[in-house]
Each structure stands twice: as structure tokens, then as C-alpha cells.
């Protein structure tokens, strides 16, 4: 059903039928403090509207011109269809800010899990963490500490403190 009107609508779009309360296009401004999509809709004058959206969004489309339908034909609800694949990036962004690597990686095996931060590393569960730096500094937090080993539990270092 939703497959027989999106092709219905897309048809229409392609055959050039006006569609007064169908097909828009937007650009994707943001997004809200939930995790909503911002849309702008500068040719009527709507800007800044909350809208719903039916493909996944990510911060990497902001800028984007995006398509739009209106609940009830209403343009203050907007429900985003889908992104235009006509534009490579986004006006603001440039090939070298998309050429950087992702700040976190992640790789399991099954065996094995790496975890990979250019700067660090932190894993927390309520009061306690872990927290790896770049420059091999460790730092071990927690309301009690434990240490124990089967075989010897070794302690080295150029200088070892104890309190």
C-alpha cells in the first residue's frame, strides 16, 4: 500500500502532473534537540520546521536538498521522503573534511575486539572507567580497585607510588 502511493506519487513527479499538495523539495537544516529533522522551505517561506522522515538521516546530509511530502497537505508537516542524489556534497562541506577517518574504529573478529581512538579511549559503567590517552598515559578509576592474578601479579614501572 504505502509502495502503490509513494508509486504513484514519484510517477506523477516524473510526468511533470502538478502536485499542489505532494512532492516538495526542502533542504535539511539540522537537527532538533530529539533527534528530529530540521527542514527549510525557503521558496514559501517556512523555515526551521520539524519534520518526519521515512529514510534514515545523518549529520553528513545536512545541507542537502531533500523531498518532501505534507501529512494532510499541510506544509508544516513534513514528512521527509528522501534525499536528492543529484548533489555530490553539500554546499559548506568539502572533499577533505569527508576524507578524514572516522574518530572511532571498531574491529571484531569473533577472537578479538580492537577499539581505536586518535586521541583516546574511555569505557565507563556507572563510577568506575578505564580511559586510554594518545600519549600512553592509563587511567584506572573506580570506588575500589581490585588486582588479582593466578600466577604473579607483577607491578613495574621507572617509578612506582604507592599512596
Given at each position: 500500500?504505502?509502495?502503490?502511493a509513494?508509486?504513484?506519487?514519484?510517477?506523477?513527479?516524473?510526468?511533470?502532473?502538478?502536485?499542489?499538495?505532494?512532492?516538495?523539495?526542502?533542504s535539511?537544516?539540522?537537527?532538533?534537540?530529539?533527534g528530529?529533522?530540521?527542514?527549510?522551505?525557503?521558496?514559501?517561506?517556512?523555515?526551521?520546521?520539524?519534520?518526519?522522515?521515512?529514510v534514515?538521516?545523518?549529520?553528513?546530509?545536512?545541507?542537502?536538498?531533500?523531498?518532501?511530502?505534507?501529512?494532510?497537505?499541510?506544509?508544516?508537516?513534513?514528512?521527509?521522503?528522501?534525499?536528492?542524489?543529484?548533489?555530490q556534497?553539500?554546499?559548506?562541506?568539502?572533499?577533505?573534511?569527508?576524507?578524514?577517518?572516522?574518530?572511532?574504529?571498531?574491529?571484531?573478529?569473533g577472537?578479538?575486539?580492537?577499539?581505536?581512538?586518535?586521541?583516546?579511549?574511555?569505557?565507563?559503567?556507572?563510577?568506575?572507567?578505564?580511559?586510554?590517552?594518545?600519549?600512553?598515559?592509563?587511567?584506572?578509576?573506580?570506588?575500589?580497585?581490585?588486582?588479582?592474578?593466578?600466577?604473579?601479579?607483577r607491578?613495574?614501572?621507572?617509578?612506582?607510588?604507592i599512596?
Open positions: 500500500m504505502a509502495t502503490e509513494y508509486d504513484t506519487v514519484i510517477g506523477a513527479v516524473l510526468a511533470g502532473a502538478d502536485v499542489t499538495h505532494g512532492v516538495a523539495i526542502g535539511l537544516t539540522g537537527f532538533d534537540d530529539a528530529r529533522p530540521m527542514v527549510d522551505r525557503p521558496d514559501v517561506g517556512v523555515t526551521q520546521v520539524v519534520a518526519r522522515s521515512i534514515p538521516l545523518v549529520e553528513l546530509t545536512i545541507g542537502c536538498d531533500v523531498a518532501l511530502l505534507f501529512e494532510g497537505g499541510d506544509p508544516t508537516r513534513p514528512i521527509v521522503i528522501g534525499v536528492l542524489q543529484d548533489q556534497l553539500p554546499p559548506e562541506r568539502d572533499d577533505a573534511e569527508l576524507a578524514e577517518p572516522l574518530p572511532i574504529e571498531v574491529e571484531a573478529d577472537q578479538r575486539v580492537v577499539l581505536t581512538g586518535r586521541e583516546e579511549v574511555v569505557l565507563r559503567c556507572g563510577k568506575a572507567s578505564i580511559q586510554l590517552l594518545s600519549d600512553g598515559t592509563i587511567r584506572l578509576r573506580g570506588t575500589n580497585v581490585l588486582s588479582r592474578a593466578s600466577a604473579t601479579n607491578i613495574r614501572g621507572g617509578n612506582v607510588q599512596n
